[in-house]
């Protein structure tokens, strides 16, 4: 079974949305006991000065990421209310360039209270979506597992080869012998 060691892949969005288990019933939130474990693993993917939002914050934006990035998969439009939501909190914060001395970086800027977390999940959800790699995106081929991931290659199928992949060709072999 997954868990919040081992989400599928390094994309922040990808990883929010497969926090909950929906091919089994009932449903399995992974955040119920791993919400600031969650944010801990993520915390590479995360610009500079962001801290774990409330668990009740990053459910709410975890359905909308979860519908768009499933509505991008099925290749149909995304519901309304999603689509608002992830707008809402990558605008809850904004960006800008600042010159340093190896160039220029962008600096987040949650002064005001905005979440840069939650910002940089709806960013990387609408970059994921509407960028190059959105035909990569997938949904695990196991039957009994809902995890989405971003395929490095076409011919990958299952979210993670070491668990879904090996559970499924572990069955193949019994159902041959």
């Given at each position: 079974m997954l868990d919040l060691d081992?989400?599928?892949?390094?994309?922040?969005?990808?990883?929010?949305?497969?926090?909950?288990?929906?091919?089994?019933?009932?449903?399995?939130?992974?955040?119920?006991?791993?919400?600031?474990?969650?944010?801990?693993?993520?915390?590479?993917?995360?610009?500079?000065?962001?801290?774990?939002?409330?668990?009740?914050?990053?459910?709410?934006?975890r359905s909308a990421v979860r519908e768009v990035l499933e509505a991008a998969v099925a290749k149909r439009e995304p519901e309304a209310w999603a689509v608002e939501r992830v707008n809402a909190a990558a605008a809850a914060v904004p960006t800008s360039p600042r010159l340093t001395a190896d160039g220029a970086e962008m600096s987040w800027h949650g002064e005001d209270g905005?979440?840069?977390?939650?910002?940089?999940?709806?960013?990387?959800?609408?970059?994921l979506v509407s960028g190059p790699r959105a035909a990569q995106l997938r949904r695990c081929g196991a039957h009994d597992c809902s995890m989405l991931f971003v395929a490095a290659n076409s011919r990958r199928v299952w979210c993670t080869?070491?668990?879904?992949?090996?559970?499924?060709?572990?069955?193949?072999?019994?159902?041959k012998g």
């Amino acid at each position: 079974m997954l868990d919040l060691d081992s989400l599928p892949g390094d994309d922040l969005a990808v990883n929010l949305a497969d926090t909950v288990m929906l091919a089994v019933s009932p449903s399995i939130d992974l955040l119920d006991d791993g919400h600031a474990r969650f944010w801990a693993t993520q915390a590479s993917l995360l610009p500079e000065g962001a801290r774990p939002p409330s668990a009740e914050q990053t459910r709410r934006l975890r359905s909308a990421v979860r519908e768009v990035l499933e509505a991008a998969v099925a290749k149909r439009e995304p519901e309304a209310w999603a689509v608002e939501r992830v707008n809402a909190a990558a605008a809850a914060v904004p960006t800008s360039p600042r010159l340093t001395a190896d160039g220029a970086e962008m600096s987040w800027h949650g002064e005001d209270g905005g979440e840069i977390a939650l910002a940089a999940v709806a960013v990387a959800a609408i970059d994921l979506v509407s960028g190059p790699r959105a035909a990569q995106l997938r949904r695990c081929g196991a039957h009994d597992c809902s995890m989405l991931f971003v395929a490095a290659n076409s011919r990958r199928v299952w979210c993670t080869p070491s668990l879904c992949g090996n559970r499924v060709r572990v069955a193949r072999h019994a159902k041959k012998g």
